[in-house]
């Protein structure tokens, strides 16, 4: 199996196992006799190791080679999400659920790393693209295919669902000869923390991420709700707007991968920011027609998805001997965006409604366009002048 196909699997099945929660969370509620508020801790017993956690540990797979890690993250995974199926209690599933967020957070860093070492900027760039469309597959996926599973096998069928995907990724890296068991620094823990800590031209790239996706996801959580308020739509049926945002992201990640090597990853990420951004100054503009309203959303999700694996690129190409950990400091902060994002947002929303939320994007969508302006690099070099060559096994 080709790898860019097994690490689209690993990440598909982290993406999938967020998305799909929300399909079970009413059985949850009625079968372990929990309220829904707290039955949804569910899903931020699962979000909050993954944020906080990937940082920790990504300069696993630099030091121990990116099928080490991938195995880990993945049997750790597999098991958790195995555990969830079996959870007699709430207090057990989120323990279990806990634990399928460190297995995501091992995850994560290394399968982008792995992506990330192809020794040229093209080849990096379309590996990132194919890599990242595993994401807006997973949203146009996680919920039908768990609204599906449990009404055939009840809330705990999906988790089973999510085990079977990770053993199958499981085994295909295991057999695989073409992901790197090499390690690719030589630096301890601590010297790799510092190594991103210190960079500031790292650092300044991940402030875009943060800034741009703490607009991006603030309002992307609400989506439904706007159409169901403008619309009148019922709840269930406005949160079908979110496979319009998955289709169009699988297109955007694709289209995106095709031309990085044409007109960069800074070019790509400028056009996905500007996208997003006039996209969500126009959202409150269009509730006087439906169609009207999912073309811009539209544009936002191609935007939003268009631009990741160029940022994503540009990260990769920071350091040889710290992909994985700058990935991962660079996943914390699209992550720390998500917990920031819908906590404003959804302050701004109760106070004044969309017409000042999408306003309140688009700008922060203008402060990481110009943050990307001034500090996003024109070129990347394949080999950091401070590393050493990447060793491929």
Same mark, same amino acid.
């Given at each position: 199996?080709?790898?860019? +196909? ?9 993406? @999938? ?17 929990? %309220? /829904? %508020? !707290?039955?949804?801790?569910?899903? %931020? ?24 890690? #991938? ?13 969830? &199926? @079996? ?18 957070? =091992?995850?994560?860093? *290394? ?29 146009? #996926? ?8 449990? %009404? ?11 085990? *079977? ?5 499981? /085994? ?10 090499? *390690? ?12 991103? =800590? ?20 603030? #309002? ?30 699988? +297109? ?10 044409? /007109? ?23 509730? $006087? ?18 631009? @990741?694996?160029?940022?994503?690129? &540009? ?14 400091? !660079?996943?914390?902060?699209? !992550?720390?965006?998500? @917990? ?10 109760? $106070? ?42």
């Amino acid at each position: 199996m080709p790898t860019i +196909v097994l690490l689209g699997m690993a990440i598909f099945v982290v993406g @999938v196992d967020s998305y799909i929660v929300a399909a079970v969370l009413p059985a949850v509620a009625d079968d372990l006799h929990e %309220s /829904i %508020s !707290n039955v949804g801790l569910v899903a %931020s017993a699962y979000a909050l190791p993954v944020a906080l956690l990937s940082p920790v540990f990504g300069p696993l797979s630099d030091r121990r080679g990116r099928r080490f890690a #991938l195995l880990l993250g993945l049997s750790i995974f597999a098991a958790a999400a195995s555990a969830c &199926i @079996v959870a007699p209690s709430l207090p057990l599933l989120l323990g279990a659920r806990a634990i399928n967020g460190v297995g995501a957070a =091992i995850l994560l860093p *290394a399968a982008f790393a792995a992506a990330g070492d192809l020794p040229t900027d093209e080849a990096r760039g379309k590996a990132i693209a194919l890599v990242t469309a595993a994401f807006p597959l997973s949203n146009l #996926l996680g919920l039908p295919f768990g609204a599906l599973a449990t %009404s055939v096998g009840g809330w705990r069928a999906p988790f089973g669902l999510i085990a *079977a995907v990770a053993v199958v990724a499981f /085994i295909g890296v295991a057999t695989s000869r073409q992901v790197s068991t090499a *390690a690719v620094s030589g630096r301890g823990y601590g010297a790799t923390f510092s190594r991103v =800590i210190h960079d500031r031209k790292a650092l300044a790239v991940m402030s875009v991420t943060l800034v741009w996706f703490t607009g991006a996801v603030g #309002l992307f959580i609400y989506v439904g709700e706007f159409i169901h308020e403008s619309f009148g739509i019922p709840s269930e049926q406005a949160g079908l707007a979110y496979l319009v945002v998955g289709v169009v992201g699988i +297109v955007a990640a694709r289209t995106s991968g095709l031309v990085l090597a044409r /007109i960069g990853a800074r070019r790509t990420v400028l056009i996905g920011i500007a996208m997003f951004g006039c996209a969500a100054f126009l959202l409150p503009l269009t509730t $006087s027609a439906l169609p009207l309203a999912l073309g811009v959303i539209s544009i936002w999700a191609f935007g939003t998805w268009f631009g @990741v694996p160029g940022i994503q690129t &540009i990260v990769a190409g920071l350091s040889n001997t710290a992909r994985g950990t700058m990935l991962a400091f !660079n996943g914390s902060a699209l !992550n720390l965006g998500g @917990v920031i994002g819908p906590f404003v947002t959804g302050r701004i929303i109760d $106070s004044a409604g969309f017409a000042l939320a999408g306003p309140w994007s688009a700008f922060l969508a203008a402060c990481a366009f110009v943050i990307a302006w001034r500090v996003l690099p024109h070129h990347v070099p394949t080999v950091d002048p401070g590393d050493t060559p990447i060793v491929h096994a």
